[in-house]
């Protein structure tokens, strides 16, 4: 059985060279089948401006095997609406295929999450199979409303936005590059802060979608009750050094 983690590349069966990063697992409060939830972005997980009928679902690892199916994105393309504040996804993991491991390399689980974040915070992220956490700063804590194009499968290049980003400036070498697209951003006590969204080639910035507005917009988008989607944490996260 694959054993499947946050901080581990993934990606969709039928686009094998869009790769990015699960950034945490999810439950729905209540749930009694127990169902777990991968979470990563819409543009890793379901790279397609429209999803084809009946396909384009299958998420699996680097190694080709089948570990979730796509259960519920949001995207919002720039200038159709505002429905969605977040570029996010969340696949059902199959729990046949696949058993979850919560510990990211280098640091543990996930210990919570905060809305806490300022200009100056140090951050952190698992990306791609990283053997250990890469560091970076909060730029702009409240960086408003900005706007990011990928080549999608079936319609080429469009714009998409995303609301309420936060830049960060990397610090560690390969902070947010490429492939890490979907990776929690979290703070040194294991904090989820956010999801990496993409880098901008222009300024070198990387941004988030805080976490907050992430599972908001996912209960909404899978139609889950309000406040009932939690992350999957624990508590034998590493502090990780200030310096």
Known sequence: MERIRPGMAIRNASAPNRIGTIAGFAQVRGD????IYMISCSHVLAPYHDLPPGGGRDIETLAGVRVASLFARTL????QGDAWHSDAALAKVDRNAAA??????GVGPLTGRSAFRHEGLLVYIVGQDDERP????????WQGSITFTFDTI????????LREATSVEAIDAGFGNPGDSGAMVFNRFG?????????????GDRYFAPIGLVLRDLERAAGF???????????????????
């Open 134 to 141: 890469k560091k970076g700063c909060v730029k702009d804590a």
């Open 154 to 161: 079936d319609a080429g290049p469009k714009t998409y936005l």
């Open 191 to 203: 904090l989820a802060l956010g999801v990496a969204t993409f880098l901008a080639t222009g300024s």
């Open 76 to 79: 919002n393309q720039h200038g």
């Open 32 to 35: 009694a089948t127990g169902a």
């Open 225 to 243: 009750t309000p406040g009932t989607l939690q992350l999957v944490t624990g508590a034998d996260h590493v502090e990780l050094p200030t310096a």
């Open 100 to 105: 979850v491991d919560l510990s990211m390399k």
